[in-house]
């Protein structure tokens, strides 16, 4: 049971990158992006060719963050510069996307299990028990989420905050909204790629296919963490989504568990989904009467 747990924690962290992301994009800026699914599958695909070819984690890592930001510039470029709507930007981003990861990987698939010996080593928790994970994954997440934090109490952060509450009044005050919604695009994009680096690390192997359906799994953390610790403020919202993501996971595993038919599990994902939006409708007692106290 401990090892299922940790296991959760382990892939709840790797996919937080994913979680921010979506939440600087969908939360923030009020953009919604389906590059991610294009993105995600991107860092984990060159991250994988990378490291297959003896480079070390953090300059694989680097270069799925690089490969993410433009993506997610593109997409953005293609709706400030072109016109074209924010969802059909993303659609063509994410199409263009598998082609150039295919390209990039070479091939459908890359596995991990010959890399040479090292270069995967990360530190350990609880010695042949954590499998080097969980203290990597938490500084990593730590990390991700203090920049986060950082960037978005700047000028500039709060120039996204505004373009995402009101680009009206943000325009009127200034605020450049195709330069901040390119930029703020690219950011979550490189969150997310990073975050397929880090699953296709996790998981030993890189797919074309592995970032299908990534948008769900962001919004579903996202609105698990929001619905369970109902944050009433920016940092506690960045932990929110973090928890979220842990606790997505840790649902997931507990199903599969279970018993839960791996055919199922897109149909369980859904089923979170909608039971995490019905429960962020619900009032919790006390919790409420706080919030207008306060």
């Not at 993105?39 to 490969?67: E, K, Y």
Request: charged share 10%.
């Amino acid at each position: 049971m401990l090892s299922l747990w940790l296991g959760a924690y382990d892939q709840g962290l790797a996919y937080g990158g994913l979680a921010l992301g979506t939440y600087l994009t969908l939360r923030v800026l009020n953009f919604p992006d389906l590059t991610v699914d294009g993105s995600f599958a991107l860092g984990g695909g060159a991250a994988a060719m990378l490291i297959s070819q003896g480079i070390s984690v953090p300059w694989a890592l680097a270069a799925a963050v690089a490969c993410g930001c433009l993506a997610g510039m593109v997409t953005g470029l293609i709706h400030t510069r072109l016109g074209v709507n924010d969802l059909f930007a993303g659609i063509l981003t994410t199409t263009g996307l598998y082609s150039i990861t295919l390209r990039l990987m070479g091939r459908s698939n890359i596995p991990l299990t010959d890399t040479p010996a090292g270069i995967l080593k990360l530190p350990d928790l609880i010695p042949g028990l954590d499998d080097n994970w969980a203290i990597a994954l938490s500084l990593v997440v730590l990390g991700l989420g203090l920049l986060l934090a950082l960037l978005l109490s700047t000028d500039f952060g709060l120039a996204l905050r505004a373009l995402g509450n009101n680009a009206t009044m943000a325009r009127a005050n200034g605020i450049n909204q195709g330069r901040g919604l390119t930029l703020g695009i690219a950011a979550a994009n490189g969150l997310v790629a990073l975050s397929g680096a880090l699953v296709a690390i996790y998981q030993g192997f890189a797919d074309v296919t592995m970032g299908i359906g990534s948008l769900i799994l962001g919004l579903g953390m996202v609105i698990i963490g929001e619905s369970v610790l109902r944050p009433r403020s920016f940092l506690m919202a960045l932990v929110a989504v973090v928890l979220g993501a842990v606790l997505f996971r840790a649902l997931i595993a507990i199903a599969l568990q279970l018993g839960l038919d791996p055919i199922d599990l897109k149909l369980t994902t859904a089923a979170l989904l909608l039971f995490a939006l019905a429960f962020g409708r619900l009032r919790i007692p006390g919790l409420a009467d706080q919030g207008r106290g306060s």
